[in-house]
C-alpha cells in the first residue's frame, strides 16, 4: 500500500506560478513512475506530467515549456512547478504512484487560475 498526499494548490491569476507537492508513504521502495493528472470539471481526468524512478519525464502537449516535474528519491517526493498558468489549467490535480500493475491515487489538490 501506498499512501500520498498533496499539497500546494491554491488561487492565482493567469501567468502566476505555483509548486504542487506530493508525499508518499507505506511500501515507497516499490514505486516505480510518479505522475500529475488533472481533473476539470465535466472533463475527463488527463495527464499532466509523469518521471520514472531513473528521472526520465513526460509532459503532455498543453504544458509543455511551462510546467517542470521533478522527484525526489530520497524524500519520496514528487513536484510540479507550474509556471505561465492559464485560465484552462483550473482542475484539481491529482497525484499517482504506479507499483507494478497497480496505481495509488492522492485526494487532489484544486488549482484555481483566473482570467
Known amino acids: 500500500q501506498v499512501q500520498l498526499v498533496e499539497s500546494g494548490g491554491g488561487l492565482v491569476q493567469a501567468g502566476g506560478s505555483l509548486r504542487l507537492s506530493c508525499a508518499a508513504s507505506?511500501?515507497?521502495?516499490?514505486?516505480?513512475?510518479m505522475t500529475w493528472y488533472r481533473q476539470a470539471p465535466g472533463k475527463q481526468r488527463e495527464l499532466v506530467a509523469s518521471v520514472t524512478n531513473g528521472g526520465s519525464t513526460y509532459y503532455a502537449d498543453s504544458v509543455v515549456g511551462r510546467f517542470t516535474i521533478s522527484r525526489d528519491n530520497a524524500k519520496i517526493m514528487v513536484y510540479l512547478q507550474m509556471n505561465s498558468l492559464k485560465p484552462e489549467d483550473t482542475a484539481v490535480y491529482y497525484c499517482n504512484a504506479r507499483v507494478g500493475a497497480l496505481g495509488y491515487w492522492g485526494q487532489g489538490t484544486q488549482v484555481t487560475v483566473s482570467s
Open positions: 507505506g511500501s515507497i521502495f516499490s514505486i516505480n513512475d
